[in-house]
């Protein structure tokens, strides 16, 4: 395994840690300010066009995007070398990975489209996302199921002469409130006689097609995030057999395929979301004192700092491997690995956000600083792209095969 960076990705690094400097972190009060005095939760502030702009004239733009493409601005990076990329935008998760067109869940989606969508929705949605003037939004958790095991979804999707009948209902859909989104895509059963990892399709639904309403933005621990979180029901929502990705029955294939790199690309943001969180608790520690001592000098503060350095670090390296595996044999002989890091990542960040919390006490909680917001979305993670219970479902059952395979082979 040899984890060094490729003198490519050294430069890109350089590029991004200097676009964070300069354009992001000075953009982050702006952000507040113009979301603040809009009034409106799901606003689309200028500050951020202004950023996407100057990250597309720098060539940092589309750097998940795993082939090279000058028209799309996509240098075709690897995993490898993405990831501590996406760790640098984790630093200011609400910010630099939509300034850098990197954001969830428009990169899964934009895969999802150039692997099994037509040349139609390629012209009409995968072209104008690459180029970060449209946002799009996934359609697969449900209210009324328990939506962990995806073969549970309900949302009928009924064959009529050339089209297909929608109805259900979806709710989670991040970034449906997204002031440019234009396009869902829709997880739902156009069979529920068939296997049980048939019965799924997927589908592509402009989101103004009538018979389909947002009724609302979910709150998350009380934040109504800028892209949303939508519960949107389908009411004899009739699409063209056209807007079927792949065939029918394929839904679960798209969906795995789907969640591969998504789900490392959450972790590495998710090491970047703990580095800053660190930085903060070591600030505050040294500016801050009580009861005659600074607050950097209590052992216990110092013990917390040396095991999140520590904890950071080991993650990293999880991460590092996954993506090489991923780079090296492909994401199937790689799942034990990505579930582990589904589950180690947001654990490890959201022991030390928390210690960073207290280290700022009151401050913490609120909104002064970004440690609440922070929180928020790492205990969120633990549920969004698949529980922690699936995750070790997974490698526990992987486990057990290995040794089941181990002992037949000694046979």
């Not at 009580?290 to 095991?307: K, L, M, S, Y």
């Not at 479902?393 to 181990?406: D, G, S, V, Y």
Request: proline share 5%; net charge negative.
């Amino acid at each position: 395994m040899h984890f060094e960076l490729s003198d490519r990705a050294k430069e890109y690094q350089e590029r991004l840690l200097a676009f964070m400097d300069e354009h992001v972190y000075p953009a982050e009060s702006v952000y507040m300010q113009q979301m603040v005095e809009s009034g409106n939760p799901n606003f689309h502030p200028p500050v951020l066009e202004d950023l996407k702009k100057t990250a597309r004239s720098l060539g940092l733009w589309n750097l998940f995007h795993p082939h090279k493409n000058e028209e799309w601005g996509s240098p075709g990076l690897s995993n490898l070398d993405y990831a501590p990329l996406a760790e640098i935008t984790g630093r200011s998760p609400y910010l630099a990975p939509e300034a850098i067109n990197c954001n969830a869940p428009d990169t899964g989606n934009m895969e999802v489209l150039e692997l099994f969508g037509t040349a139609e929705h390629k012209e009409r949605y995968l072209k104008p996302l690459l180029a970060g003037e449209m946002a799009s939004a996934f359609c697969m958790t449900e209210p009324a199921v328990a939506s962990s095991d995806a073969t549970n979804v309900e949302l009928s999707m009924t064959p009529d002469g050339d089209e297909y009948v929608l109805n259900g209902r979806k709710w989670f859909a991040s970034n449906a409130l997204h002031a440019n989104c234009k396009v869902l895509i829709v997880m739902g059963k156009t069979d529920f006689n068939a296997a049980t990892h048939r019965q799924q399709s997927m589908m592509v639904v402009p989101i103004d097609t009538p018979g389909v309403t947002v009724l609302r933005g979910l709150p998350v621990f009380g934040y109504l995030d800028r892209e949303g979180h939508a519960e949107i029901l389908f009411e004899d929502v009739r699409v063209p057999k056209t807007a079927l990705l792949a065939g029918e029955g394929d839904g679960f294939m798209i969906s795995q395929a789907r969640l591969g790199p998504g789900r490392i690309h959450h972790c590495m943001r998710s090491i970047g979301m703990a580095e800053r969180a660190l930085d903060l608790m070591i600030e505050r520690a040294q500016s801050r004192s009580t009861f005659g001592q600074p607050v950097a000098e209590r052992a216990n503060i110092q013990d917390w700092i040396a095991e999140a350095r520590i904890e950071i670090e080991a993650t990293r390296l999880l991460v590092l491997k996954t993506a090489w595996l991923m780079d090296t044999v492909g994401n199937q002989k790689a799942r034990t690995e990505i579930a582990a890091i589904k589950v180690k990542a947001p654990e490890m960040a959201l022991k030390i956000i928390d210690r960073a919390i207290q280290v700022h006490g009151g401050g913490g909680v609120t909104d002064d600083f970004p440690l609440a917001s922070f929180y928020a979305h790492q205990r969120t993670l633990r549920i969004a792209d698949g529980p922690d219970e699936v995750h070790k479902r997974t490698i526990a059952r992987m486990e057990l095969r290995r040794m089941e395979r181990a002992a037949e082979a000694r046979a």
